[in-house]
């Protein structure tokens, strides 16, 4: 098992000297926007970037005024009449937090290997420290095996350019979710994240589930619905 000890202190954000880039993807259904989201306004982060093209329900972009009175600046880019295009076109000003030192930014990217392929559009900034987080919900049928989430991974790598630096475990139910779905979301991740050398950064859960008998030795993150006020 992969694990890493609090003694050894620095890992992802609190535990680990955060990387001013971070890039977030996962399949459908993985919560990714909600943990970006909860990233931004916990770690005072101060710039999301929204390039998710694939969902058009779940979208930073629809929570700029309520990021703006947490300080958090939401930048965007009208791809949307261009999904056909192999690699659609987005706008100059996603890059401006990549070379300006001021910011802090999440990059919130589509929700599988073809949003990633966005990111083929910063191979010119490659020589930045960044991190490439991908999240997994082991309730979604696409992401419910380790050899499952192992290819999506490798997909995400080869369609990126980018390696995938850490897995944040989000397994959930919605409404129905109990404490032991988090704990059989992480005993997969566990394995893939042995097979595969890439750390889980981040368990995240619903902030109103008792997490009493939730033990990791990697970071947690509890989840306040911005999106969904409620699981339903």
Same mark, same amino acid.
């Given at each position: ?16 000297? #955060? ?24 770690? *005072? !982060? ?12 779940? @979208? ?18 009208? !791809?949307?009449?261009? #999904? ?7 706008? *100059? ?10 910011? @802090? !930014? ?13 990111? @083929? ?9 960044? &991190?490439?987080?991908?999240? !997994? ?30 897995? +944040? ?11 032991? &779905? ?5 005993? +997969? ?32 993150? *509890? ?10």
């Amino acid at each position: 098992m992969f694990t890493l000890e609090r003694s050894q202190s620095k890992t992802y954000f609190d535990w680990y000297l #955060m990387k001013r880039v971070t890039f977030i993807t996962g399949y459908y259904g993985s919560g990714k926007t909600e943990v970006a989201l909860n990233l931004a306004i916990q770690k *005072k !982060v101060n710039t999301i970037v929204d390039l998710d093209i694939i969902n058009p329900y779940f @979208r930073t972009r629809e929570m700029e005024d309520f990021l703006r009175e947490q300080g958090i600046e939401t930048i965007s880019s009208d !791809v949307d009449s261009k #999904m056909h295009l192999d690699m659609p076109y987005i706008s *100059k000003k996603v890059y401006n937090p990549l070379y300006n030192e001021d910011k @802090r !930014v999440i990059y919130d990217l589509g929700g599988n290997d073809q949003g990633a392929k966005l990111m @083929r559009q910063f191979d010119d900034y490659k020589d930045i420290d960044s &991190d490439l987080f991908i999240v !997994v919900n082991i309730f979604r049928m696409e992401t419910d095996h380790e050899d499952k989430i192992i290819q999506l991974i490798n997909r995400i790598q080869g369609t990126s350019g980018y390696q995938v630096t850490g897995l +944040i475990n989000n397994s959930n139910l919605l409404k129905d979710t109990q404490i032991d &779905d988090v704990i059989e979301g992480q005993k +997969i991740l566990e394995k893939v994240s042995e097979k595969m050398n890439i750390p889980i950064v981040y368990t995240s859960y619903w902030d109103e589930l008792n997490d009493d008998d939730l033990h990791v030795s990697n970071e947690t993150l *509890k989840i306040k619905l911005y999106f969904r006020k409620n699981w339903f």
